[in-house]
């Protein structure tokens, strides 16, 4: 009898330690990358519920870290094609494009990282220098919350969420890349395979 609860409560503190050094983090999930924005990803929405659930269980029952990164983009941006870039405008501060999605679960007081902020910034990663939450870039935030493992989300595989799964393993963060929560923009086709492949290259855990 003693055996078992000390087992249990072995567990029980593995279980604890294990959910204060993990964080959810949710890439880009905005009206300009859903379906119907300017660059809406095919099936952007899809994932949404996917996403919310797991949301859910970092907050209420992990009680972990959740970030929500979003673009955040001045109206005169070299990153938008008007202004020399590659990309249609979208994710202007305060526009619609620029929301969450309305049927993404974001908590009230969420912890949201925005990036993109200056007229130069091209900021895909959310591990950007330029990048801030709380007045900090990401990988200082984390690393004052004691964070060590990341399970990342959102939009798009093959851009945003690469660029962030990539800069958070140089950070030296472990990483799980949920890619049933993730959709691509396949400029090219075998964009998503080719992302995937140079996530793991890095030594991220693809799940
Ligand atoms: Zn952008």
Redesign the pocket.
Known sequence: MIAFLITILFLVAIVYVLTRIIALLNIDMQNGFTPGGELGVKEGDVIIPIINRLTFWFIHIFRALVVFSR?W?PRVSK?FKEFGGN?ST??VINTHSAEFHKDLLVPKNANILSK?LYEDDQ?YSAFDKNARINGMDLATYLRKKGIKILFVTGLATDWCVKETVLDARKNGFWVFVITSAMRPVNLKPGDEERAIKEMKAAGAIII
């Open positions: 673009d983009h990153h990309w979208h994710c993109g900021a």
